[in-house]
């Protein structure tokens, strides 16, 4: 057995092959691996942290209305 790695979109459960390993598809036997990178923060929301030393802040004129 032997490995190629590649990185694909899953769509409606369907994993498109690359075309340079298109010669995968007529292997019945294989063994598939899913990695997910959890680094991936195109869909989270992070909190962010702002350093305020140099921000004068007037609660009278921020309570203005």
């Known amino acids: 057995m ?4 590649f ?4 769509k409606n459960g369907i994993v498109h092959i690359p075309n340079h390993f298109q010669d995968l598809q007529e292997k019945k036997d294989v063994k ?3 990695m997910i990178d ?3 923060n195109k869909n989270k929301m992070n909190a962010i942290s ?3 030393t140099d921000f004068s ?3 009278e004129e921020a ?3």
């Open 2 to 5: 032997y490995s190629v790695e």
């Open 7 to 10: 990185k694909a979109n899953i």
């Open 32 to 34: 598939f691996i899913v």
């Open 38 to 40: 959890e680094n991936d």
């Open 50 to 52: 702002i350093d305020t």
């Open 57 to 59: 802040f007037n609660r």
């Open 63 to 65: 309570n203005e209305r």
